[in-house]
Nanobody, 121 residues
Framework: QIQLVESGGGSVQSGGSLRLSCAASGYRFSRYCMAWFRQAPGKEREDVASFTPYGRTTYADSVKGRFTISHDEDANTLYLQMNSLKPEDTAIYYC???????????????WGHGTHVTVSS
């Protein structure tokens, strides 16, 4: 059974930092098509940071320069370092892994249950 478990969320003040972790069991993370999504209340889920099918990193414009996605192959864990947090970063953050991927994109099929991040002003 494949499980993705996020941790590291919490409440911080604006300007603070958090590091989210996503540990996988039954699934081997690779450098391709792993991602962090978030969903704020009343908003659609958005891709904030991800590895592309080519292993490059991409970020939503709203988090560029502040968030960093990384991967520890030995620990089989995905990370999201979040610095200079803003109230608009408040959301539930989910990690995602692909069921499959190709040159045309990632087909995410495995999701964690999410970790809450609250940023106060």
């Amino acid at each position: 059974q494949i499980q993705l478990v996020e941790s590291g969320g919490g409440s911080v003040q604006s300007g603070g930092s958090l590091r989210l972790s996503c540990a996988a069991s039954g699934y081997r993370f690779s450098r391709y098509c792993m991602a962090w999504f978030r969903q704020a209340p009343g908003k659609e889920r958005e891709d904030v940071a991800s590895f592309t099918p080519y292993g490059r990193t991409t970020y939503a414009d709203s988090v560029k320069g502040r968030f960093t996605i990384s991967h520890d192959e030995d620990a089989n864990t995905l990370y999201l370092q979040m610095n200079s947090l803003k109230p608009e970063d408040t959301a539930i953050y989910y990690c995602a892994a692909p069921r499959s991927y190709s040159d045309s994109g990632c087909q995410f099929g495995y999701w964690g249950h999410g970790t809450h991040v609250t940023v106060s002003s």
